[in-house]
């Protein structure tokens, strides 16, 4: 009955949050209280919604293949019919459960958080926007729509960023990240556009059975020149190289923000598009080489960089970049099952370390350099036990989330690839020791005297407490429960544990553990002597291997040479031509001029004797003055 | 005036008269010789209506023109001259142009009336009933407007004669 | 015999006097005068044309009579102007009228 409910009508998961936006901005934008439970209360009907459609799922067979779909035509002209619609499968339902969930947690969380900003208000306002976008997207039917709830999501994203407009750096940040994600949805339009070409359709379901038939007949070198053109848009969206720089920018956003957006859900709408139209990518091995190489090398990437950044938020920005090059590799070695595992896990604890991360900047007034703090396990314990929690799970330590998920991500990686399952094994040792680095200088050694840190309230403990028990369960409860046999694309998968690659994680992550408590466990000697040491790697990876500054010189040399040319041919080429065409009107105004005497009885000469040259030219032209004469 | 002979002699003495007077008014150099002039044209007008039988209209004609028109073109010079009226009434620079245009248009208004194969008939006979019945009836819009520009006239007349309020 | 040939050059003629006037006078006043030999010699021309065809007669003079309004109202007008330049400026030349121009 409630699952049956929930499932006709999943449009209202969208809809509920998109109204909690507009009667906020609208009507509630001076009553903090009354719009962060109308927000809060939104959320939590969605949330309930989509556990009914997960049992609904769950329980009435829908699956992969036989879908959940209702929809209506949006518009239609002559080769163009575009619908709009619901579409429910194991995993639109999966994502619809992590998003909503989180959101839920982070407006809770928020409450507390945010209390006492001027922006409150309009903190929840975006919030429930954004969250009404993301589902937008989840249930989306064809690319059109997705497109659409896409752009969406990236407002969203560019307002929240923006959210401390008043600082530089916010709104640079916003920018930025706005920029640098038009350059993937660009990439993104043009697929889709060479896809209706191609195809006439823009609907998932009839694209899954046009496209293999299409390669069958056709070859696939035109279709993956298309299938990379649509990955530009989860490159940008999903941060990975080398569109990843505004990631770790959007950090200068409210950290709740950080948490829900950057880290837990939008970030996985590039790898959720990719797995939604893993039709069209299954049936083509280059586009699935390219995704699952430049998967891997933006998980090695971006942990290189995590591993020596000193602002707590800036690694837990890179951590994730790393975490979607996981994703994205999993996608690219073909198991749709762990990514989509892994990006539910990685939602769970990513949320919980960027929540913890706020309630730690919280207590310490926004010092956010981790060399600074020390010791806080003893004023924040509950923070600091949360934390723990889930810097195992993203280690990989059994039995937390997180093992299971990447279990599974180097299990299909090493089916496929072994250079691809090593370097993401080396991927997962740096992501160890730089989560254990960040937990040992924040939560152990001794207490900053400069500190004067305090435990959050339950606001903002509650919410981080059920995703600490979501990051220790939310990985073996699915896997029990057979999370292959309902996410998956293609036949069911093999739901078991490979005990060679999941030992070999284990003890790679425990090193990862072990080399970061030799370095940083005693104090800050061995820590320092290593930057020493490794002098310009350290460097390098300091500075994010460079990538911002490269674009700088790209943008300067390129960008601006073509701006100071195109400046130049506008002021002495265009500019000459304009400047000259109006010294010409202008001789030409003071000649004429003269024409304009005043005298009147000039003009009644001249306009007789045109009324005389008129009338014989009529006269000459018709051969005769007057027709006919008949009067 | 249906007599052939006579109505030509009327014809041709009125049309001089008229012509006559009219050039005058052209060229005469004394603003106030012009203006009497111009009331003798108004009257050879008035005169060419009779013959062509259009009684009520010689009676407008000349109650209008010769009495009030010329009146107040009078009273118009004598408000704008004060001194000698010998050279009142100059030509400008452009004589010769004037000339030019104005035959130009005489020429093809002759040669419209020549060109033209007129058909022409007996009119009926109009009465003064006849016009003030239409003027009461198919025209009626038209005369209320005339009735109108005229009052409009009047005031803007006045108003304009009075000239506009000194700054106090 | 005299006919509608007849008055129309006649009006012709008197138009172009009035053109001439209008074209070449210096007077303000004289230019006006122009122009009512103008307007009489359109009301002959309706005239001759109601005597000597035999479509609705009545129209031609109900039209002069229109025309003669309007003339009149025009002279009252267009000397008030006069006057108020006169005022104004102290002349009714309309060579120095010439406000107008660039």
């Given amino acids: 009955m409630w699952a049956e409910f929930s499932l006709t009508h999943a449009w209202l998961i969208p809809l509920l949050p998109a109204l909690a936006f507009v009667l906020i901005s609208f009507f509630l934008l001076s009553s903090p209280w009354l719009a962060s ?46 619908d709009m619609g619901v579409l429910v499968d194991p995993i639109a339902a999966t994502l619809l459960f992590v998003v909503t969930l989180i959101t839920l947690l982070v407006l809770i969380y928020s409450t507390g958080y945010m209390a006492g900003d001027p922006g409150y208000c309009r ?218 595992f892994h990006l539910m896990t990685h939602a769970f604890f990513k949320a919980l370390l960027f929540l913890g991360a706020g309630s730690v900047l919280h207590a310490l007034h926004d010092q956010a350099d981790i060399f600074q703090m020390g010791g806080l396990r003893k004023s924040m314990p509950a923070t600091c036990l949360m934390m723990g929690t889930a810097v195992l799970a993203i280690a990989g330590i059994p ?85 292959g046999e309902w996410v998956r694309f293609g036949p069911a998968h093999h739901a078991g544990i490979d005990w060679a690659v999941a030992g070999a994680s284990t003890v790679i992550s425990l090193l990862g553990f072990a080399l970061a408590w030799y370095i940083y466990g005693g104090g800050h000697t061995r820590s320092n002597d290593l930057t020493i040491k490794t002098g310009a790697l350290y460097t390098w990876s300091f500075n994010k291997c460079y990538v911002d500054e490269i674009y700088q010189w790209f943008n300067r040399t390129f960008v601006g040479g073509l701006a100071r040319l195109s400046f130049w041919i506008d002021i002495h080429a265009l500019g000459a031509v304009v400047d000259n065409a109006w010294r010409g009107t202008g001789a030409a105004g003071s000649e004429m001029r003269r024409l304009q005497t005043g005298q009147m009885q000039q003009y009644a000469a001249v306009m007789l004797s045109a009324t005389v040259v008129l009338v014989i030219l009529l006269a000459a032209l018709t051969g005769s003055l007057v027709k006919g004469g008949q009067i | ?65 010769s009495g009030a028109v010329a009146v107040l073109v009078v009273i118009g010079v004598m408000l704008t001259h004060r001194d000698d009226m010998s050279k009142s009434n100059p030509p400008n620079k452009m004589v010769v142009a004037g000339a030019g245009a104005a035959l130009a248009i005489v020429g093809v208004l002759v040669w419209a009336v020549v060109a033209t194969p007129w058909k022409t008939g007996r009119g009926a006979v109009v009465s003064v009933a006849d016009i003030g019945r239409r003027f009461l009836t198919d025209f009626a819009p038209p005369f209320e407007a005339v009735a109108l520009l005229l009052l409009a006239a009047v005031i803007g007349a006045v108003v304009l004669f009075k000239g506009g309020k000194v700054q106090s | 015999m005299i006919g509608l040939s007849h008055y129309l050059l006649v009006s012709a003629a008197l138009f172009g006097l009035g053109l001439f006037g209008l074209l070449t006078k210096r007077n303000l ?56 330049i006169y005022r104004g400026r102290g002349t009714v030349s309309v060579d120095e009228i010439d406000w107008l121009k660039w």
């Fill in chain 1, 37 to 82: 439970r109308l927000a809060i209360a939104a959320m939590g009907s969605s949330f309930i919604l989509a556990l009914g459609a997960a049992a609904a799922v769950l329980t009435q067979g829908i699956t992969v293949e036989a879908p959940f779909v209702m929809k209506t035509v949006w518009f239609s002209m002559p080769g163009l019919s575009v």
């Fill in chain 1, 123 to 340: 903190f929840f306002a975006f919030i429930s926007l954004f969250a009404a976008s993301m589902l937008g997207l989840v249930i989306a039917t064809n690319f059109l729509q997705m497109f659409v709830f896409w752009e969406l999501v990236g407002l969203c994203s560019y307002l929240l960023i923006g959210f401390y407009f008043f600082k530089v750096s916010a709104r640079e940040a916003g920018k930025k990240a706005f920029m640098t994600t038009r350059i993937g949805d660009f990439g993104l339009l043009l697929g889709i556009l060479l896809l209706q070409i191609t195809f006439r359709t823009l609907d998932f379901a009839e694209l899954a059975v046009k496209v293999p038939a299409y390669v069958a007949e056709n070859g696939a070198a035109s279709l993956t020149f298309i299938a990379i053109l649509i990955f530009i848009g989860p490159v940008a969206k999903s941060g990975q190289f080398p569109l990843h720089v505004w990631l770790p920018d959007a950090m200068e956003g409210p950290t709740p923000v950080s948490a829900l957006i950057h880290a837990a859900t939008m970030v996985v709408a590039g790898v959720y598009l990719i797995a939604r139209s893993f039709a069209i990518f299954s049936v083509l091995p280059g586009a699935l080489t390219v995704i699952a190489w430049l998967g891997v090398f933006t998980a090695l990437f971006a942990a290189f960089i995590a591993l020596t950044q000193r602002e707590i938020k800036r690694i837990l920005a890179f951590s994730t970049i790393s975490q979607l090059g996981f994703m994205m590799l999993a996608l690219g070695v073909g198991s749709l099952t762990s990514s989509m």
């Fill in chain 1, 399 to 483: 039995p937390f989330a997180g093992f299971f998920s990447k279990d599974e991500i180097l299990v299909a990686a090493a089916h496929v690839s072994t250079p691809i399952y090593l370097l993401a094994s080396l991927a997962a040792f740096m992501t160890a020791f730089y989560m254990a680095r960040l937990f040992i200088l924040t939560f152990l050694g001794k207490p900053n005297p400069h500190n004067h840190p305090h435990e959050s309230g339950l606001a903002m403990l509650v919410p981080m407490g059920v995703l600490a028990v979501l990051s220790v369960v939310g990985g073996i409860i699915p896997f029990a429960m057979g999370f």
């Fill in chain 2, 1 to 65: 005036m249906g007599d052939g002979l006579m109505h030509t002699l009327a014809f041709y003495f009125l049309a001089g008269i008229t012509l006559a007077a009219a050039t005058g008014v052209v060229f005469k150099r004394n603003l106030v010789h012009s203006a009497f002039l111009l009331s003798v044209t108004f009257l050879g007008v008035a005169g060419l209506y009779m013959t062509l039988e259009a009684e009520f209209l010689a009676a407008v004609q000349a109650l209008v023109y």
């Fill in chain 3, 29 to 84: 006043i004289a230019v006006l005068m122009s122009i009512e030999l103008m307007l009489n010699s359109v009301n002959i021309n309706l005239v001759a044309f109601s005597r000597y065809t035999a479509a609705d007669a009545s129209a031609g003079q109900v039209f002069s009579l229109f025309i003669i309004a309007v003339a009149a109202a025009e002279v009252a007008v267009g000397l008030a102007l006069a006057y108020a």
